[in-house]
């Protein structure tokens, strides 16, 4: 019989690396706390409408990346509904901002989250059919300040304070504006216009793009087509003085603040209701694929799922990504040990494993990682085993259960210690040697 396998394009995280992926989780959530967001939870699928409407139905994710299928009817009355697991989350928090009326206070709102995703593409080094994802969204009626280029400028310093904590250097952050919604129309039309003679000459998605989407041309990284996609129009001749203005407040607070970034002049994010400022954090150390994280402004598109006006901006950092970055970074460093249990209780007898138990809850509950032996085992296979996971052994036999009064060794010095039972929480809770 064949061995069941993980689906192509998704895989199991593992400990020690989910130690890494929790580090970089829990210093996130520490850093957008200190901004003053909150997290949300939105369901992991939606209905496909949503993702139609926002994200664009002549998109890539749209037209051939989505996972989606059709719910059966529990009874004939009911209508089938489809269904579409989300590819990306921030259509799913402005459906949830509209649902629950939270622009009704008038406050603005800042919302996190953290969670898996859902491409169909081909899988690669940093890309999987199930990817993770950290994100937050700025976003409420123009009354709560939405619409502020601050509000840009200050969730570029929190990213760039994240990658700061999280010890990752060598980044860039790339900076553009694709204007109003008029503004990108009018250049739109201006870049298909320029794009009929050339597209022939360009990748068989720029062929397709240049019609559907041309915006998209621009994000193409076949080496072939960069000489064409140079010698395109740029989005910045076609902005408006509402747009520039706003763009140039953005890049005067982020010089106040003494955030660095480069203008890219091609940069206009794939997804359809971008606005205003888009960004992308780009590392060298991630290959072509170089792209940390990304995001951007969408000021209609609460509108544009049947909610009211409310300007926005967010941004998704792939985690993948963000967790390879950190071990290429490592890679250059001596490794950490892994680390290990502060201790290991070994019970002498299967009698005693009940007392072993009632030992580690007391030790647990003081904030200590303990890992539970078997009184099964000989000692020697206790010691064995202890030495490969944890700082020190606690040996309970039947006189230390009656004394009160634990062995422990310490595998560091080699030191074998006798310590009262009232005491012996703090003792393991002093570094190994001590």
């Known amino acids: 019989m064949a061995t069941v396998k993980a689906v192509r394009g998704t895989r199991d995280l593992l400990p020690p690396e989910t130690e890494l992926w929790n580090l970089i989780e829990a210093t996130a959530r520490q850093v957008f706390a200190r901004y003053n967001f909150g997290e949300i939870r939105t369901p992991i699928f939606e209905d496909t409408g949503l993702f139609a409407r926002s994200v664009g139905e002549e998109t890539d994710i749209v037209s051939k990346e989505m996972y989606t299928w059709e719910d059966r009817a529990r009874a004939q009355s009911e209508k089938t509904q489809s269904l579409t697991l989300r590819p990306e989350n921030t259509a799913g928090v402005v459906r949830a901002y509209i649902e629950h009326g939270l622009g009704e206070s008038g406050q603005l709102q800042k919302l996190y989250y953290v969670g898996p995703q859902f491409r169909r593409e081909r899988p690669q080094k940093g890309r999987y059919r199930q990817f993770w994802q950290i994100g937050a969204e700025v976003i409420g009626p123009p009354s709560s300040g939405s619409e502020s280029p601050l509000r840009d400028a200050e969730v570029l310093e929190m990213l760039a304070t994240l990658l700061q904590e999280l010890e990752i250097t060598g980044w860039t952050l790339e900076l553009n504006s694709v204007g109003s919604a008029a503004d990108r129309a009018k250049y739109s039309d201006v870049l298909r216009a320029a794009l009929v003679d050339v597209a022939p000459k360009m990748c068989g998605d720029c062929q397709r793009r240049a019609v559907t989407n041309p915006l998209r041309v621009l994000d193409c990284k076949v080496p072939e087509d960069q000489p064409i996609i140079e010698s395109l129009p740029k989005i910045g001749d076609s902005l408006g003085k509402d747009s520039k203005d706003h763009f140039a407040q953005v890049t005067a607070a982020l010089d106040a603040a003494g955030v660095p970034y480069k203008l890219n002049r091609r940069l206009v994010r794939g997804l359809d209701y971008y606005t205003r400022t888009t ?47 950190l071990q290429a970074l490592e890679s250059t460093q001596a490794p950490a040990p892994a680390a290990k249990a502060d201790a290991y209780i070994a019970s002498l007898g299967e009698s005693l494993n009940a007392a072993a138990l009632v030992l580690a809850r007391e030790l647990r509950r003081a ?38 009064i634990l062995t422990v060794k310490d595998f560091t010095t080699g030191t074998q210690t006798k310590v009262p039972r009232a005491e012996l929480a703090a003792y393991l809770a002093r570094p190994a040697g001590e």
Do not use: C, M, W
Request: no cysteine.
């Open 279 to 325: 960004f992308e954090f780009t590392h060298g150390g991630l290959g072509a694929q170089n792209a940390l994280l990304g995001g951007g402004r969408y000021d209609g598109l609460s509108e544009a799922i049947g909610g009211p006006k409310a300007p926005g901006i967010g941004f998704a950092i792939g985690l993948d990504r963000l967790v390879l970055t």
């Open 367 to 404: 904030g200590l990682r303990v890992e539970l032996g078997d009184g099964s085992f000989r000692l020697k296979k206790s010691f064995e085993a202890a030495d490969k996971i944890a700082r020190r052994i606690v040996i309970l036999g039947e006189d230390e259960h009656q004394s009160g």
